[in-house]
């Protein structure tokens, strides 16, 4: 998944930059989280072999007050 994509050094994209990506998109659309890891990812990879798998499921809390 996301955290264990490698960049070139074999870093591993882990968790704390997983919740960086979300913190930082949190006000956007779920769609908008999911864009904002991707792309977050992509940069941090950039010219490592693709990560196995890149999986994400975002679901936001929408208030009724």
């Known amino acids: 998944g996301v955290t264990e994509c490698q960049n070139r050094e074999g ?3 882990g968790e704390k930059r ?3 990506a979300v913190v930082a998109a949190r006000k956007s659309s779920a769609q908008g989280i999911v864009d904002k890891l991707y792309s977050t990812v992509k940069g941090f990879t950039s010219e490592s072999p693709p990560c196995d ?7 936001k809390l929408v208030s009724t007050r």
């Open 53 to 59: 798998d890149i999986t994400a499921v975002v679901a």
């Open 18 to 20: 997983v919740l960086d």
């Open 11 to 13: 870093d591993f994209f």
